[in-house]
């Protein structure tokens, strides 16, 4: 059974930044695509990026390009979402999410495994 454990997340002021990270079980976290999706109360989960399973290839929603960067450091099995020049917009809890899909996918139903989410505020 896998499992993911994000934190990071908290309250921030617009403009500011956070970073999130997610850490996995197991011991094939890098044969994976691995993903972050975020939802708000009363909306569907969208998505915001997601990663190759090497770490070389990114791909990200329009609404965080160039403000967000998603990285991954097998070696400890962990997933990372730097947020920067955040927006109140940005509010919502932030999931991440593990892909068999290669190279990576932004289709939440191509994701097996989901954390349990962190919750982002940020303030205006």
């Known amino acids: 059974q896998v499992q993911l454990v994000e934190s990071g997340g908290g309250l921030v002021q617009a403009g500011g930044s956070l970073r999130l990270s997610c850490a996995a079980s197991?011991?094939?976290?890098?044969?994976?695509?691995m993903g972050w999706f975020r939802q708000v109360p009363g909306k569907e989960r969208d998505f915001v990026a997601t990663?190759?399973?090497?770490?070389?290839?990114?791909y990200y929603a329009d609404s965080v390009k160039g403000r967000f960067t998603i990285s991954r450091d097998n070696a400890k099995n962990t997933v990372y979402l730097q947020m920067n020049s955040l927006k109140p917009e940005d509010t919502a809890v932030y999931y991440c999410?593990?892909?068999?899909?290669?190279?990576?996918?932004?289709?939440?139903?191509?994701?097996?495994?989901w954390g349990q989410g962190t919750q982002v505020t940020v303030s205006s």
């Open positions: 197991g011991r094939t976290f890098s044969s994976y695509a």
């Open positions: 990663i190759s399973r090497s770490g070389s290839s990114t």
């Open positions: 999410a593990r892909s068999q899909r290669l190279p990576w996918s932004n289709y939440q139903h191509e994701y097996d495994y």
